[in-house]
């Protein structure tokens, strides 16, 4: 069973819109959290990383936020753009070394 | 420009057909790893290496061979491929460092037939 599960598996907004993705995760021990965005046949590019003592993170639209108690984690994209269609994949890390990857949530921005 | 290369991008073989996928890095990352994507899957690690001559089993290394003699390169090796290894690959690298944020490679997509 994999230790990062994401939800939904894929979602659909109009442009301008805002939308929110989750992340549960079991691994442990914890020691960061990643989100990446992986365009259509390129390779993942970090968006966030937070330690277990952050609680949330921005970069320009997308904020993660974490709550390492309930082990859970969320994207938000405010104002969404054409050009935020992409795969959003949650990395969790529980060393230095080795992560572990969920499945993705599959975005698609309409005009 | 600070980047991680993979060569081929695609690669179409046969089954028991030795092949080798590079990843060089030019940023001098200590850190690389190989990992495998699959649809519905997530991306899965394969093998990484800490530094040169030093590596290690990621969570799916059956099938696979890597060596690390120098810092810059970290080949994949495919010694028989099988239908099975037909993926996704990426390569990818970092510093060390609290974060150790990962540059990812293109990807190479490889076809086993």
């Known amino acids: 069973k994999n230790q990062v599960e994401q939800s939904p598996q894929s979602l659909i907004i109009l442009e301008g819109k805002n939308c929110t993705l989750q992340?549960?995760?079991?691994?442990?021990?914890?020691?960061?959290l990643r989100w990446y965005k992986q365009d259509t046949g390129r390779g993942p590019v970090s968006l966030t990383i937070?330690?277990?003592?952050?609680n949330t993170k921005s970069n320009g639209r997308y904020t993660a936020t974490l709550d390492a108690d309930t082990k859970q984690s969320s994207l938000h994209i405010t104002a969404s753009q054409l050009s935020d269609s992409a795969s959003y994949i949650c990395v969790v890390s529980p060393n230095d070394y080795k992560l572990s990857f969920g499945a993705g949530t599959t975005v698609t921005v309409r005009a | 420009e600070a980047q991680v290369t993979q060569n081929p991008r695609y690669l179409i073989t046969v089954t028991g057909k030795k092949l080798t996928v590079t990843c060089s890095q030019n940023m001098n990352h200590e850190y690389m790893s190989w990992y495998r994507q699959d649809p519905g899957l997530g991306l899965r690690q394969i093998y990484y290496s800490m530094n040169v001559e030093v590596t290690d089993k990621g969570d799916v290394p059956e099938g696979y061979k890597v060596s690390r003699k120098e810092k810059r390169n970290f080949p994949l090796i495919l010694e028989s491929p099988s239908p099975n290894q037909t993926s996704l690959y990426f390569c990818?690298?970092?510093?060390?460092?609290?974060?150790?944020?990962?540059?990812f490679g293109p990807g190479t997509r490889l076809t086993v037939l």
């Open positions: 992340c549960n995760y079991t691994v442990s021990p914890f020691s960061n």
């Open positions: 990818a690298s970092s510093d060390r460092g609290y974060y150790n944020e990962q540059f």
């Open positions: 937070m330690t277990f003592s952050e």
